[in-house]
């Protein structure tokens, strides 16, 4: 191709117009003619996210990590769930422990520049920019989990999926908690969404369902939470993603679709980087040299904090699709 080829197969920068009562998705639509620079990419994930959720062939996970449920962004993902955008959740211990303690206590807006010697001596925690009391954390989430276990008792459970056990305490928050509609565990089991969570003991609900089920014939079997996925992905005729953040829940999303020739379609939203080889890092690019997304796959990396990127898609999503019919666990179970 010459020169002259080549420039006129580009599409010119265009100035973004605004106007008075503009909706969210009249701005993200206005960001397909910005040019630069992740404004672009927010648009692309906007069409990405639109397709999948329109393809009624489409299985749709989310992931995301814990530290975003401690931020108002956990509205955002009972909002996503409520309206049945996703089928399957895959997510960290950490989300466990925040849905449960916010439906208790409060956690308070603070500052990432405060002196952690002296939150220490206030027994106060920082989770970034949000400021956790001890009596907001764990006590809330142990008085939960001891129950949980007595109903796992209660009804001669001896063994239970990491996902069969966030159902059973989802019926318990169901019964117990008044706020309820807050929590994303209870949205999603309302909704048949599975949730699993492959690091289940690296938190504070799974360490105390290891302390209190240490004198009871009680296992979390990880590997029925692995078949029920196997069952998800061989019963699938197309995969999207939109993974959040990175760790053990971005990298069990794209595992598992690599044995279904790669996930069809998938958003990355992170702030990490790609030079030093670490897999929150890694751009969807990547994942095609491993098969974990399909070589034609539509795809995006949008580098940038999910607290503000994510309310922005979610509007989006919200004004172009509003509610979509979602998959729940029975269907793809034989």
């Not at 062939?57 to 992931?63: D, G, I, P």
């Not at 996503?80 to 849905?99: A, E, L």
């Not at 004198?215 to 069952?231: P, S, Y």
Request: neutral net charge.
């Amino acid at each position: 191709m010459n020169r002259e080829d080549f420039i006129r197969s580009l599409k010119p920068v265009h100035d973004i117009k605004l106007r008075k009562n503009m909706l969210i998705s009249e701005l993200i639509q206005e960001f397909s003619k910005i040019g630069g620079f992740v404004a672009k990419k927010v648009y692309e994930a906007a069409r990405i996210l639109e397709d999948m959720l329109l393809d009624d062939k489409s299985v749709n996970f989310l992931s995301f990590p814990a530290a975003i449920i401690a931020t108002g962004l956990r509205g955002v993902i009972v909002e996503i769930i409520k309206r049945g955008f996703f089928d399957v959740i895959i997510t960290t211990c950490g989300t466990i422990d925040h849905d449960i303690a916010r439906l208790y206590k409060n956690y308070y807006q603070g500052y990432f520049e405060a002196d952690d010697v002296w939150l220490s001596e206030m027994d106060i925690h920082r989770l970034g920019s949000i400021f956790i009391p001890v009596e907001s954390y764990g006590l809330p989430i142990e008085k939960l989990t001891k129950k949980l276990v007595d109903e796992l008792v209660t009804r001669g459970i001896e063994k239970a999926s990491s996902r069969e056990i966030i159902w059973i305490l989802a019926d318990m928050i169901d019964r117990e908690v008044k706020n309820k509609e807050e929590s994303i565990i209870w949205w999603a089991k309302k909704r048949g969404i599975p949730i699993y969570v492959p690091g289940i003991t690296d938190g504070a609900f799974g360490y105390q369902l290891w302390l209190f089920t240490r004198n009871k014939r009680i296992l979390v079997d990880i590997f029925k939470d692995e078949t029920e996925l196997a069952e998800i992905i061989y019963n699938s005729e197309r995969t999207g993603a939109l993974v959040i953040g990175g760790g053990i829940s971005k990298h069990h999303v794209i595992w598992w679709n690599q044995f279904k020739n790669g996930l069809d379609r998938a958003v990355y939203i992170t702030t990490a980087v790609e030079w030093d080889g670490s897999l929150s890092g890694a751009r969807t690019r990547e994942a095609i040299s491993w098969g974990k997304i399909a070589k034609r796959a539509q795809h995006v990396t949008v580098e940038g904090d999910a607290t503000l990127i994510l309310p922005l898609l979610a509007s989006y999503l919200i004004d172009k699709v509003n509610e979509r019919e979602n998959r729940s666990l029975s269907s793809f179970l034989t």
